[in-house]
Structures are given as structure tokens and as C-alpha cells.
């Protein structure tokens, strides 16, 4: 379970979601729309456990530059909107990433 603290990795991983969200994909869409600049195409699991990263301190994934720049482009969104963290994270706790 994730601590009280997060790290920039899990502010990444909750700010994917979020932005994910925000467009209104699947992760399956979301994936599509990467794999040209990922150079790869994520699976459903592998977007999942990316997303899910932020609520768990022992599977956290890191997240390269490469990836940010990837994320703000297709999401339209600046790379320092998946810096961004959130304000009160005991509530996105008891929410949980899959919102």
C-alpha cells in the first residue's frame, strides 16, 4: 500500500490516470494513441500497473523523460501537468487509481 508521501514516480503514475481520464479512453485507446511515440504498444496489464503505480510502493514504475514527453503529447497536455500533485491524498487513497 502506498505511504503518505509520494514519490515524483507515483505522482507520474496517478497524473497518467488522471489525464487518461480527462480524455475519456479506454486504457486499450490510450495505449493505441502511444505506441507511435513509446516505440511500442503497451498491453492493457502493462497500463494498468502503470496507472495503479502510485498505490503501491513496492511495484512503483519509473517513468522515463521519454515517457513524459510521450504523455504530454498525445494527452495534449504540458509534461509539468504529470508533476503535478495532488492535493490531498488521503481522499485519492480511499478513492484508489481506477476512478
Known amino acids: 500500500m502506498r505511504s503518505a508521501r509520494l514519490t515524483p514516480n507515483q505522482v507520474v503514475a496517478f497524473n497518467l490516470g488522471r489525464a487518461r481520464r480527462l480524455h475519456g479512453w479506454t486504457q486499450e485507446r490510450a495505449a493505441e494513441k502511444l505506441e ?3 516505440g511500442e504498444r503497451w498491453s492493457k496489464a502493462t497500463f494498468s500497473l502503470a496507472e495503479r503505480s502510485f498505490d503501491h510502493d ?3 514504475r519509473q517513468f522515463t523523460a521519454d515517457d513524459l514527453v510521450a504523455f504530454a503529447a498525445v494527452f495534449d497536455l ?3 501537468f504529470f508533476f503535478h500533485v495532488p492535493r490531498d491524498v488521503g481522499s ?3 478513492k484508489g487509481a481506477s476512478e
Open 92 to 94: 485519492i487513497a480511499a
Open 78 to 80: 504540458p509534461v509539468s
Open 58 to 60: 513496492d511495484r512503483i
Open 36 to 38: 507511435p511515440y513509446l
